[in-house]
């Protein structure tokens, strides 16, 4: 009798998938979510306040990347360099630019790229953790406060995994932060003078995972192992996050290939696709616009509904390429994702032949103002 029944659990354990409860981490806080959506497929003490190490720089990277010019050089000061902890080496008066302190804090995990990033853009780190949190109450992220710009521990410095995601989430819509996060290793140049340096992504799941796109680790005595991560692959896009985790790579492993496994590539476009648009003065009347589908990884009972807006007229000339309205795809009211609808083609604008009367009229005023010279 206890064979039979031991036979039957097995058949129902192959033949049934892994429930999320069933994964389980080490961590403290954990959380994974459908990228595309930010629908929750597994969390675990999910809204537990917990310090946060470098994922901090998740928001100083978003920061810099919105209110700062990537090629725009700077000159290190001594008090931008004050700081402890991990560095990509910078020294007082060397020249750096920006894209290369968004690097230097998402590859080596630079606290000296942080301050040096506050104080630029901040006026002063206190400047800048204003700027954070301002930035943290915009996206909704109701337990998480700031308090230094790198990660290093503070009375007032948490967040929980919930709140780590919704963040990572946002910034990986940035193409400039999608980058940075999502580089195995980059060559930089900066220094007195500057000279060429490489660094290499401390976030070991870009290399040992397969679709791995991101995000950042982080590290302190207080805090334990933390780390966010982010993955696509088949259309399909999940981000982990886990704090307090000492066994934070391969539980990551885990839950970025559960999550994938839980999603279902699925193409999403509007009702209608194809959409004309009047074009005033144009060789051409209107334009043709076709919307053509996106892919969107979704889970069970996930519906995405579209929202498009396009101006009823459009003055001539119109350029290939150019922005003339936009796609909102929403997941129960909510903007998931927008999508530009750009023109296929250039309309020209007409030329117009002049009448008699037009002819007549340019006469006239010439005749006009002759007179009036005289």
């Known amino acids: 009798m206890k064979r039979l029944f031991f036979v039957f659990m097995v058949l129902i354990f192959l033949t049934n998938p892994v429930k999320a409860s069933a994964i389980g981490t080490s961590a403290t806080g954990a959380i994974l979510i459908n990228g595309d959506t930010g629908s929750v497929i597994y969390e675990q003490n999910a809204?537990?306040?917990?310090?946060?190490?470098?994922?901090?720089?998740?928001?100083?990277?978003?920061?810099?990347?919105?209110?700062?010019?990537?090629?725009?050089?700077?000159?290190?000061?001594?008090?931008?360099?004050?700081?402890?902890?991990?560095?990509?080496?910078?020294?007082?008066?060397?020249?750096?630019?920006?894209?290369?302190?968004?690097?230097?804090?998402?590859?080596?995990?630079?606290?000296?790229?942080?301050?040096?990033?506050?104080?630029?853009?901040?006026?002063?780190?206190?400047?800048?953790?204003?700027?954070?949190?301002?930035?943290?109450?915009?996206?909704?992220?109701?337990?998480?406060?700031?308090?230094?710009?790198?990660?290093?521990?503070?009375?007032?410095?948490?967040?929980?995994?919930?709140?780590?995601?919704?963040?990572?989430?946002?910034?990986?819509?940035?193409?400039?932060?999608?980058?940075?996060?999502?580089?195995?290793?980059?060559?930089?140049?900066?220094?007195?003078?500057p000279y060429r340096r490489s660094l290499t992504n401390?976030?070991?799941?870009?290399?040992?995972?397969?679709?791995?796109?991101g995000v950042k680790t982080g590290f302190t005595k207080k805090s334990g192992r933390c780390l966010v991560s982010a993955a696509k692959r088949d259309g399909k896009y999940v981000i982990a996050v886990t704090l307090r985790d000492p066994n934070d790579w391969a539980d990551h492993a885990c839950l970025l290939e559960y999550g994938l496994n839980q999603l279902t590539p699925t193409n999403v476009s509007p009702q209608t696709s194809n959409y004309t648009v009047k074009v005033l003065k144009g060789v051409k009347e209107e334009i043709l616009l076709e919307i053509k589908p996106i892919t969107l990884g979704l889970g069970i009972n996930e519906d995405i509904s579209c929202k498009v807006k396009l101006p009823k007229k459009l003055p001539a000339p119109v350029r290939?390429?150019?922005?003339?309205?936009?796609?909102?795809?929403?997941?129960?009211?909510?903007?998931?994702?927008?999508?530009?609808?750009?023109?296929?083609?250039?309309?020209?604008?007409?030329?117009?032949?002049?009448?008699?009367?037009d002819i007549l009229e340019e006469n006239l005023k010439y005749i006009f103002l002759s007179i009036w010279e005289k």
């Open 202 to 213: 401390h976030n070991k799941l870009l290399q040992s995972f397969n679709g791995a796109v």
């Open 47 to 193: 809204y537990e306040k917990l310090p946060m190490a470098s994922t901090t720089k998740i928001m100083t990277a978003l920061l810099l990347c919105e209110n700062a010019d990537l090629e725009k050089e700077i000159t290190v000061t001594d008090e931008m360099v004050r700081v402890e902890g991990s560095s990509m080496g910078l020294l007082p008066g060397d020249r750096v630019t920006f894209h290369d302190l968004l690097y230097g804090m998402l590859l080596a995990s630079g606290n000296d790229a942080a301050n040096t990033t506050a104080i630029s853009i901040g006026g002063s780190v206190d400047g800048f953790v204003k700027m954070m949190n301002q930035k943290a109450s915009q996206l909704g992220l109701k337990d998480t406060s700031f308090q230094t710009p790198s990660g290093l521990d503070g009375d007032n410095h948490y967040t929980t995994a919930r709140d780590l995601a919704i963040l990572a989430r946002y910034a990986m819509q940035n193409e400039s932060f999608y980058k940075a996060a999502s580089s195995q290793s980059a060559v930089l140049n900066y220094g007195n003078p």
């Open 320 to 357: 290939k390429g150019q922005k003339i309205g936009y796609v909102h795809y929403l997941k129960n009211g909510e903007i998931i994702k927008t999508v530009d609808i750009l023109s296929p083609e250039d309309i020209a604008k007409r030329k117009i032949e002049k009448t008699n009367i």
